[in-house]
């Protein structure tokens, strides 16, 4: 709770700091960096470069203010587990919490000049501490139910024993710790963070993975989309590095799973929608499935370029055998003589995903993954046909749940 007097202060202000917010987070990072050049290594420079750090700080802050003064109707429950998870797969720590509230307290001070006079500037530094409080708590359990004893790094080697290309520009790698140690268990959905040192002196930069194989299984799996950069953006760091330089025998600097959304949740009727490389989290609940619960009523449906983009692909006839009850509707925006094949088991559709063509049951959890505007129009199509809002549950792979989320 936010003390009275600060409520005040807070609610006077929060019209312009909401106005200054990436303003605000634009300043902070440089300040940051410049006192603590050994964080550049911590945070994602494509969401630097393309503003999508800034502006998911800045809505952060800004919406747990409007939470706590009452004037918001973000759902603040999920939005601190997911950056927790978040966090705790980057491994921060508590006391990163004084120098991130430092430099952005310092960054508020330059946007807003005079406008920020001690009591303003004690209420913000309130809202802040409240905020940063729950994300280390949430974060302190996460790290005890991921098994690590108190300060002991989330890093672990892991090695490369199986690379295999799935689809145009997707490969999988297949995973085992090298100290020979237990390989955790995880909830299909969850993400591991990877961190790869780049050449060239550019130190190391770190993405998170789903998992995309079996829980239980003796290694893990991840599968990497390779990003190329378009309209003349430069392509994707990590996803080039992993796939032009790592091979069968190198080792990469993995996380424990982290992640909040589950792709397997209740226990009827299972609904899984994804496009492109969205597919990953889906993977791994039909291998989970076809091993736990085979009689479980699945609908696939995924989305991609074409048959040749579709990842895993080859793997759909096993789990179609091994899940009686699984229903395949693919949707390829070009369909070629080849993904005839799939009508064996699949239902293979030319164009966009209808969400009018999905098929639903009533009482279906749904699991959504893809890019936002994909999960946006899926969403509403279900919403609209009478799915429940709870009963809808997505993943996004970049930051920015708060920003045109679905
Ligand atoms: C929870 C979660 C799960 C994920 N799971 C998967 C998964 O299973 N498989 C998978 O393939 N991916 C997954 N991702 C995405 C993955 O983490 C990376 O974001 C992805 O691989 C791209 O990283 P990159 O380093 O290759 O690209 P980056 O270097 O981060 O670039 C990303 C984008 O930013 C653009 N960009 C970079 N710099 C600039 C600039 N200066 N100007 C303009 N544009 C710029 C690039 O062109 C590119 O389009 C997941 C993400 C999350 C958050
Ligand atoms: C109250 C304080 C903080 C808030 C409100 C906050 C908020 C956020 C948000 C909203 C995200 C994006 C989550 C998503 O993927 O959707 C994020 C990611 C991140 N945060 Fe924090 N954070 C805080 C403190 C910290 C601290 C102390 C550090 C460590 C120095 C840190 C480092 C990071 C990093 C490295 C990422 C990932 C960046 C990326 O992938 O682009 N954060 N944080």
């Known amino acids: 709770m936010l003390s009275e007097s600060s409520a005040a202060v807070v609610t006077a202000t929060l019209p312009v700091v909401r106005a200054h917010g990436e303003e605000i987070t634009g300043r902070f990072y440089p300040r940051m960096f410049a006192a603590h050049p050994e964080l550049l290594n911590l945070f994602n420079r494509g969401n630097q470069a393309t503003g999508q750090q800034k502006a998911a700080l800045a809505a952060a802050v800004v919406s747990y203010a409007e939470h706590l003064t009452g004037t918001g109707d973000a759902p603040w429950g999920p939005i601190l587990d997911r950056i927790a998870h ?61 098994g690590l004893a108190d300060g002991e790094s989330v890093w672990r080697d892991w090695r490369v024993t199986e690379v295999t290309t799935e689809a145009t520009d997707v490969r999988s790698f297949t995973l085992a710790p090298v100290d020979g140690g237990a390989v955790p268990d995880f909830v299909p959905g969850q993400y591991v963070s990877v961190a790869v040192d780049l050449d060239g002196g550019l130190g190391q930069q770190i993405r998170q993975y789903s998992l995309s194989g079996r829980p239980g299984a003796p290694q893990w799996r991840i599968t990497v989309k390779r990003v190329r950069g378009e309209d003349g953006a430069p392509d994707g760091t990590v996803s080039t590095f992993l796939h032009e330089r790592v091979a069968v025998g190198d080792t990469l600097r993995l996380s424990p799973p982290f992640g909040e959304v589950s792709a397997v949740a209740g226990d009827g009727p299972l609904l899984l ?67 005839e094949l799939d009508a064996l088991t699949a239902e293979v559709s030319s164009g966009r995903v209808d969400p009018e063509l999905i098929p639903i ?46």
């Open 273 to 339: 929608v994804s496009a492109g490389i969205g597919l990953t989290p889906a993977m791994s609940a039909l291998e989970h499935l076809a091993e736990t619960a085979p009689e479980r009523p699945v609908v696939l449906v995924h989305a991609d370029r074409d048959g040749a983009a579709h990842a895993h692909r080859d793997a759909l006839p096993r789990l179609y055998d091994r899940l009686p009850n699984l229903r395949l509707k693919l949707w390829y925006e070009q369909t070629s003589d080849g993904d």
């Open 361 to 406: 049951s009533p009482d279906a959890h749904v699991h959504l993954c893809g890019p936002l505007p994909f999960m946006n129009q899926i969403r509403g199509g279900l919403l609209r046909r009478g799915v429940p809002v709870e009963r809808i549950a997505y993943e996004v792979f970049g930051p920015g749940m708060l920003r045109g989320g679905v």
């Open 86 to 146: 978040k966090h705790a797969s980057l491994g921060i720590t508590a006391t990163s919490y004084t120098i991130v509230g430092r430099h952005l307290m310092g960054a508020i001070g330059e946007v807003l000049g005079d406008a920020v006079t001690p009591e303003v500037a004690a209420a913000w530094d309130e809202v802040y501490w409240l905020l940063a409080c729950e994300l280390i708590a949430r974060e302190a359990r996460l790290y005890t139910e991921a």
